[in-house]
């Protein structure tokens, strides 16, 4: 089945600083990638997602990068703020091939005021 | 709409006890799928369904059953709890699959002792 690895599991940076997050799958078949953020005592949130036929995708500070050859995505923080602070977990699905969500190891960001 | 809600919020088991998670939402999606969280391990599926009568097993799928009579409801069922299943479990719902957006609740967080 799918695997998903993401880096790193922990990321501190000051605020109005970028953040990245990496993420690694191994199916060549997976074809959509989410990113959700899961805030303190709450269920993940679906942020911005990304599918195979696109390279890259923005949305406000926040933007998506994948490169299917290498089975590479991420995603990128720009001017990050405080609230920003928050798990941040990346996944992959090959659609109605599988119809199952794989879900990374998630990123604790922290923001530094 | 109250979105996809899950009772109780918190439990504690003693080894071997059974219980049922509850899990329900008020969108009309056809798929439901169950997760646990565990530290540095990212969610988990457990179990899925694409639609009333129809589930199908997830990565970690043993120790745990699930139904789909309704649309609405898709319970998950600890057969003879273990210390191992002690996690966060979340439910959560889309309009058809994996690769559409996915509403979660806000967890429970079930102890095995």
């Known amino acids: 089945g799918e695997n998903v690895e993401q880096h790193p599991s922990t990321l501190s940076v000051q605020e109005g600083d970028s953040a990245v997050i990496k993420c690694t799958y191994s199916?060549?078949?997976?074809?959509?990638f989410p990113w959700y953020k899961q805030e303190l005592g709450k269920g993940p949130q679906l942020i911005i997602d990304?599918?195979?036929?696109?390279g890259e995708k923005k949305d406000q500070r926040i933007a998506v990068t994948l490169n299917k050859t290498a089975k590479h995505f991420s995603l990128h923080i720009t001017e990050t703020q405080p609230e920003d602070s928050a798990v941040y977990f990346c996944?992959?699905?090959?659609?109605?091939?599988?119809?199952?969500?794989?879900f990374g190891g998630g990123t604790r960001v922290l923001v530094k005021p | 709409n109250a979105g996809v809600t899950q009772t109780p919020k918190f439990q504690v088991l003693k080894t071997g006890q059974s219980m049922t998670l509850q899990c329900a939402q008020d969108?009309?999606?056809?798929?439901m799928s169950w997760y646990r969280q565990d530290p540095g391990m990212g969610l988990r599926l457990i179990h899925y369904?694409?639609?009333?009568?129809?589930?199908d097993q997830g990565e970690v799928p043993n120790g745990y059953n699930v139904s789909r009579s309704t649309t609405e409801d898709f319970p998950l069922r600890l057969l003879s709890a273990a210390p191992s299943q002690t996690s966060v479990y979340f439910c959560?719902?889309?309009?058809?699959?994996?690769?559409?957006?996915?509403?979660f609740g806000p967890g429970t967080r079930l102890t095995v002792l």
């Open positions: 959560a719902s889309s309009y058809t699959g994996a690769t559409d957006t996915q509403y």
């Open positions: 199916d060549s078949a997976s074809n959509y």
């Open positions: 990304i599918r195979s036929n696109v």
């Open positions: 996944a992959a699905s090959r659609g109605a091939a599988g119809n199952k969500l794989t």
């Open positions: 969108m009309n999606h056809e798929y």
């Open positions: 369904s694409v639609g009333a009568g129809i589930t």
